[in-house]
């Protein structure tokens, strides 16, 4: 058994950097670029569906500095990513989040990355940017009153959510050896299975991409039941 959708919390990136003396930033781009490295081994396994978590709502909080620098980034590899890897691996890709509190030339590339990535049906790459698990619940609350829900149910309210039409993953990896989700996809993870890695996330590699997937194909999805 394999999964055919995993979530990732790409965790360590500023431990990493101190562990190798280099700067923070530099070890952001590392880690972003391991994103494509993930794409390929999702490929490879036959994942058609991969959601990585690549911004807080709470990131915000950070030496503003700090944030200036990871939006200069994004911008950067958002359009190294439209010229390579996204028409390399032939991947849709998405971003999910409140995208409006990034700079509009940030969300202008994501948009345009969007638009000519759309056709890409085979495989799909979910950005989760100025993400919050408890603040996508209250947007989609708000989003129901907005339009004068009096009762919904659980199909209705996925509807809701920043990831409509995305289906629940089957697998979630935290590298960096946290063991907790921090608010990460909380609705659409109910049933989903965990696997945390000790690597730091520059340093995960196919090795231990592989490794989660021998553990999930060893456990029995119960759903309850």
Known sequence: MKPKH???????????????????????????DNIANVLKWCRRHKVKTLTMWGFSTENFMRDRKEIKGLFELFNRKLSEG???D????????RFLGRISSFPKKVQEKMRQAEKETAKNA?????????YG????????????????????????FSSLLYTAGIPDPDLVIRTSGEIRTSGFLPWQSAYSEYY?????????????????????????RKYGR
């Open 196 to 220: 945390f890695s000790k690597k730091l996330w520059p340093d995960f590699d196919s090795k231990e991409f592989s490794k989660a997937l021998r553990q999930y194909s060893r456990r029995r």
């Open 86 to 93: 996204y028409r390399k691996y032939k991947v849709q890709v």
């Open 82 to 84: 439209l010229k390579q």
């Open 122 to 130: 085979k495989y799909q790459l979910n950005l989760l940017l100025a």
């Open 6 to 32: 995993i979530a990732i919390i790409p965790d360590g990136n500023r431990r990493w950097a101190k562990k190798k003396r280099i700067s923070v930033r530099k070890a952001y781009e590392k880690g972003i």
């Open 133 to 156: 698990g408890r603040r996508e619940i209250i947007d989609a609350i708000n989003k129901a009153i907005s339009k004068g829900v009096k009762k919904i149910n659980e199909k209705d």
